[in-house]
């Protein structure tokens, strides 16, 4: 049981799941209206379901057809089941994050997104955890909101956008929200969001998700390492979505740039190095040899499975993954499951 009252309720359940999914994401079935009689850039609206699907519409565009599987519990629970996962941490899809709204109807957007999680964790009965989102362009609304979902059975933590309206999380500006998740012991899961470099990029628009995730996702991490985030805030358990993104190879040029220029290594309290294995990272980067690689990286105890379920850009096979890539039964277990018990705060029940 977690100090939010969740629980992994059938861990070791007769259907043979062993895996808890750090990283996948719900969208609520329909949202309320934009607030005001003007219509609100930004805000999302959700066509009626068809054939078990719906589009997310924003700004009067379509932005992600997505299955019903993104607020169904029991839809979620079959394909759980199938692909060998105990637990899900449900949180939002990034475009919900609603950081480019204003603060107030932001926060009524969030809320909202939070409070379907939060009904789906109970309709799942030990089958989900919460990580609810923040409206983070306000650091008292989204302390506010941390409280809030801190206090709903079944969360366990948030998760944050990797830059906030382009400010990136290691800036000091949101040292207060990090002190109140360390003090709460909620768990932060980083994923990214409207990242940098789009005009950089040839070719389709899912490459944003393709290349630009990533990219921004290591610019994150880097963040955390250079503003010395961690020694702030020793306790604090902060994850990468994407493996981490380009961070695991942006590593070692910060470790030697530390080692060569004076002003970079007196300006960090410990090796790059050192900091990295204090993150973790999710597992998906859809190759074996990456997975070994973010393994000898951040640490056998820092990685964790993950999916982006229930989106067809995902890791289909997770536990499959692993087991193909590591013989050892221990290091097996550990990104299976037993490090997310440790990021999530949950203890394994018997």
Known sequence: MSKSGGKVGRFRSGCGCAGIDVHCHVVPSSFPPAPGRMPMAGWPSMTAVKDCHATVVIDDKPYRTVSDACWVAERRIEEMDRAGIAVQALSPMPELFGYWLVSGPAFDLVRHVNDVIAALVQEGQGRFVGLGGLPMQDLDLAIAELQRTMQIPGFCGVEIGSNINGVPIGDPRFHPLFAEAERLGAAVFVHAVRPAGMDRLVGPAPLQQVLAYPTDIGLAAASVITGGLL??????????????????????????????????????????????????????????????RIVSVFGEDRVMLGTDYPFNFREKEPVSRIEQTFADAGLRERLTFRNALAFLALEEET
């Open 231 to 292: 020694q702030k805030f020793p306790k604090l358990r902060i994850a990468f979505s994407h493996g981490g993104g380009t961070f695991a190879a942006l590593l070692p040029r910060l470790e030697q740039g530390y080692h060569t220029f004076p002003v970079v290594r007196d300006s960090l309290p410990e090796t790059p190095l050192a900091q990295a294995r204090k993150l973790y990272v999710d597992a998906l980067v859809f190759d074996t040899e990456m997975l070994k």
